[in-house]
């Protein structure tokens, strides 16, 4: 079955601290794995993403660690602002198959609160 | 660059009433495009995707459908709502990177 299982259901960090947001996967053939911050009443906003062939990817302030043997990743969000304050969710894709569109299965998402 | 457009933004309909969202993408040809409902609190349920005009598929039974009359126009309908039916509906198109895919702003429906 093609889940995804993400971790906290919240998550609350001082400001500056490192936020940290789990997702694991059943689905080996996953091939893009995303992560999207939705900011009230928004539309998800892709944050982020790496495919399965590297260990982490940083942009900025954000990294993705990915453990294939485990079938996880994470996100990590260094010196965290108030500004950071969203729901992020994880997610995984895989090709469609001939005459299907690719498709994203989404984790439950992670609520982020960073105080100031 | 290629812009998504939903439209309403916010909804309030009686219980048993009609319904029709559209999605609209700017800026880009054949894209795929999908339907997703968000319960409160909730993570994201695909509802139906489109590859091409008149082709959609469905993922999960329900009281909805949908249509792609134009390349980039997509339209979420009911003839009768539910209660269950109250949720954030998001359009998404495909980009040209693998995998990814950009969300419009959202409709936000209450049934009443």
């Known amino acids: 079955q093609q889940q995804v299982k993400q971790s906290p259901q919240s998550l609350i960090v001082q400001k500056g601290g490192i936020s940290i947001i789990n997702c694991a996967y059943e689905n080996t053939a996953f091939d893009y794995l995303p992560w999207y911050q939705q900011f009230p009443g928004k539309g998800p906003a892709l944050l982020i993403a790496i495919r399965p062939d590297v260990s982490e990817k940083k942009e900025g302030r954000f990294t993705i660690s990915f453990n294939k043997s485990a079938k996880q990743f994470s996100l990590h969000i260094m010196d965290s602002q108030p500004g950071d304050s969203a729901t992020y969710f994880c997610?995984?894709?895989?090709?469609?198959?001939?005459?299907?569109?690719?498709?994203?299965?989404f984790g439950s998402g992670t609520q982020l609160t960073v105080l100031p | 660059s290629q812009t998504i457009h939903q439209w309403p933004a916010t909804l309030v309909q009686p219980v048993g009433s009609p319904l029709s969202l559209e999605c609209t993408v700017e800026?880009?040809?054949?894209?795929?495009l999908y339907w997703y409902r968000q319960a409160a609190g909730r993570g994201l349920q695909l509802l139906f995707y489109s590859v091409g005009i008149g082709q959609i598929s469905s993922e999960v039974p329900q009281n909805l459908s949908a249509s792609r009359p134009q390349d980039r126009q997509f339209i979420l309908s009911s003839k009768k709502l539910l209660l269950s039916d109250s949720g954030f509906y998001l359009c998404a198109w495909r980009g040209t990177s693998v995998g990814e895919q950009f969300f419009g702003p959202g409709t936000r429906l209450t049934v009443l």
């Open positions: 997610a995984a894709s895989i090709e469609g198959s001939s005459g299907s569109a690719r498709q994203l299965t």
């Open positions: 800026g880009t040809s054949n894209p795929n």
